[in-house]
């Protein structure tokens, strides 16, 4: 069920280096929210904090909040592995499992949280993430063979499939087709489309057409200098960001006349 993520004075820190600060922002259920903004301003690292990924890296922390329907992420009742279940995660190059079958590849996810289910009840589950991913057709008759064998747009959508069978409430994609030629954006930007009636969707993407095409929302975050912290500019209807927005700053940017 698509959830409502609410993050409030949120500064992001590799050890002593702040490098995102001070954001606030709702990010909305069953709708797109797109990040946008010039390398290093945070973006990826927003991103990972959401899901509780950032503190992997030894020295990273936050402070402030990540409130999801209520519960904070933080709390100190909260375990990043039950986080991590329930806000997914699809990353710039897609990474199967490479000695893994595609039936495997979706598998993997749900045994590491299922317990126990039935052969008929895990080949069911595979097959509705694969039909929900849009790769179900390509793939049906080749279960078995190997996911590292599918072309880069179908291995992204093996990955996403991977991330909605374990049923999460959103889903994170850093840059997801910046590895994939037209075609398949568009396979995967259409899947994008579908999957927001179910999901609360954030993306990372460098494509103003692809933020515009698929966002509702989007959020434009700049860094004033190399070497200091990223910042929210502002957050708005994709609409209003790419025609009126209320920044200098991110029309220069839209409109490609940054740096
Ligand atoms: N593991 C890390 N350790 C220390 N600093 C990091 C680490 N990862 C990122 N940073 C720093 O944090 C800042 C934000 O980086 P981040 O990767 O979030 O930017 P980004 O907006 O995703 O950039 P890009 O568009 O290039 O992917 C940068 O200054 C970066 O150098
Ligand atoms: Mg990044």
Known sequence: MAKLIDVSDLNIYYGDFLAVEDVTMTIEPRAVTALIGPSGCGKSTFLRSL?????????????????????DLYGSDIDPVTVRRQIGMVFQRP?????????????????????????????????????????WNEV???????????????????????????????????????????????????????????????????????????????????LAAVGKPGKVVEIDDTATIFSNPSQKATEDYISGRFG
């Open 51 to 71: 899901n509780r990924m950032h503190e992997v890296i030894p020295g990273a922390r936050v402070e402030g909040k990540v409130v999801m329907d209520g519960q």
């Open 95 to 135: 990474n199967p499992f490479p000695t893994m079958s595609i039936y495997e590849n979706v598998a993997a996810g749900i045994k590491l949280n299922a317990k126990r289910m039935k052969k008929s009840d895990l080949d069911e589950l595979v097959e509705r993430s694969l039909r929900g991913a849009n790769l």
């Open 140 to 222: 049906k008759d080749r279960l078995n063979r190997p996911g590292a064998g599918l072309s880069g747009g179908q291995q992204q959508r093996l990955c996403i499939a991977r991330a909605i069978a374990i049923q999460p409430d959103v889903l994170l994609m850093d840059e997801p087709c910046s590895a994939l030629d037209p075609i398949s954006t568009l396979a995967v930007e259409d899947l994008i489309e579908q999957l927001k009636l179910e999901y609360t969707i954030v993306i990372v993407t460098h494509n103003m057409q692809q933020a515009a095409r698929v966002s509702d929302k989007t959020a434009f975050f700049n």
